[in-house]
C-alpha cells in the first residue's frame, strides 16, 4: 500500500507547480500517531524517490508540541502546529478545565469562546523555529457535525483575524524564505465554520485581512 500511494502520487511530485521547500515537494501527514510505523513509511517514501532525483519534505501535524521531539526522531522534517483550543490550557483555571470537560462528556456540550481570547494562543515560541510551521484561524464552529457538543468561537470579525496573522508572521520573519511557511486552517471548511471564502456578512473580509498582514509584515 504505501508503495501503490507513492506511485499515485509520483506525478504531483514531478509537477512543477507543486509546492517545494528547497526544492523538496513538501508533503502533509494528517495524524502521524495513527499512521502504522510511520518511521518505516517515512523512510520507505524516502528511498523510492531517490532514483526520482529529489527527497521529500515531510511535515507533520499536530496540536500537541510535546510530539516534536518525536517526529523529528521519526524523520520528520517540520510540523505544522494547529492550536486551536490551546485557550482551555492557558486561559482557563483547573475547576474551569475540569467543569468544561465535564459538560462536554456528560451534557454533550461545547463552549463558546470569545475568539479574540482564544487568538492569544493561536501562536507559540515554538513557531518561531525553523522546523515548526505555524497555524492561522480564521474562526472555527464545528456544530453542524458535533451537535452541541462542538466548540464555537464567536465574535471573529477580518479585523481580528488580521491582528492573529500579522503576529504569526512576525514570528516567522526572520526564517529563510524558503522556510516562512505558515499554513491556513481553512479556506472553504464550511461544515466548521472556518473558511476565506466571501461570504453575505463581510465579503471579502477575510482575504483583504490576509493580504493586509502579510503587506504589514512582509513589504
Request: proline share 6%; net charge positive.
Amino acid at each position: 500500500d504505501y508503495i501503490a500511494h507513492f506511485n499515485a502520487v509520483l506525478p504531483a511530485f514531478k509537477d512543477p507547480r507543486y509546492i517545494r521547500v528547497n526544492g523538496e515537494p513538501l508533503f502533509m501527514i494528517y495524524a502521524p500517531m495513527k499512521v502504522p510505523d510511520i518511521a518505516h513509511f517515512i523512510e520507505l517514501w524516502q528511498k523510492l524517490a531517490e532514483p526520482h532525483g529529489f527527497r521529500i519534505h515531510f511535515v507533520g501535524h499536530t496540536s500537541k508540541t510535546d510530539e516534536l521531539p518525536l517526529f523529528r526522531q521519526w524523520g520528520f522534517n517540520a510540523t505544522n502546529l494547529v492550536r486551536l483550543f490551546d485557550v482551555f490550557q492557558k486561559n482557563y483555571s483547573l475547576l474551569g478545565r475540569i467543569k468544561t470537560k465535564f459538560q462536554r462528556i456528560t451534557f454533550h456540550q461545547g463552549q463558546r469562546i470569545d475568539y479574540e481570547r482564544a487568538a492569544r494562543y493561536f501562536s507559540g515560541p515554538e513557531d518561531q523555529n525553523t522546523d515548526c510551521y505555524p497555524t492561522l484561524i480564521p474562526n472555527w464552529d464545528h456544530s453542524p457535525r458535533s451537535g452541541r457538543s462542538g466548540h464555537i468561537l464567536i465574535n471573529s470579525t477580518p479585523k481580528k483575524f488580521e491582528e492573529h496573522a500579522e503576529r504569526t508572521f512576525r514570528n516567522v520573519i526572520h526564517k529563510p524564505k524558503e522556510e516562512r511557511i505558515v499554513f491556513l486552517k481553512s479556506w472553504n471548511e464550511w461544515a466548521e465554520g472556518n473558511y476565506m471564502e466571501p461570504d453575505l456578512k463581510f465579503g471579502r473580509g477575510y482575504l483583504e485581512a490576509l493580504l493586509k498582514a502579510i503587506n504589514n509584515v512582509f513589504n
